[in-house]
């Protein structure tokens, strides 16, 4: 299923695909800074960029260990559109247009 909209509202709810909990979008344009976890276990985030992070809804964030980044062809569904305004709308437009070079950017970062 194609979502049209690249970054959708914060606050929006979406279920991810071959996901049970459904996430709400809390930020944009995450970058990890080391290690998280993957389906499959412990994995090396450097050099990374997600377009969202989330947390599981209802319930919220507890700790800060809890966001879960994730990217937009991963949404399966989206539960609940947050509130839009203009200036949500213009600040989706510049971020669907600088995403792609940030994330080039950030791919040729070398680490020590």
Do not use: W
Not at 4 to 18: D, N, T, Y
Not at 77 to 101: A, I, P
């Amino acid at each position: 299923m194609e979502i049209a909209e690249r970054f959708l509202p914060l606050g929006s709810v979406v279920l991810l695909k071959g996901g049970k909990r459904e996430i709400m979008i809390m930020s944009y344009c995450i970058i990890p800074s080391g290690e998280g976890y993957d389906k499959n276990g412990k994995v090396d985030l450097r050099g990374k960029v997600f377009d969202y992070g989330g947390c599981l809804y209802p319930e919220g964030m507890g700790t800060s260990d809890q966001l879960y980044g994730f990217n937009h062809d991963q949404i399966e569904k989206v539960c609940f559109t947050g509130y839009q305004t203009e200036l949500q709308k213009e600040l989706s437009d510049r971020m669907n247009k600088v995403r792609d070079k940030m994330e080039e950017e950030i791919r040729n970062l070398k680490f020590d």
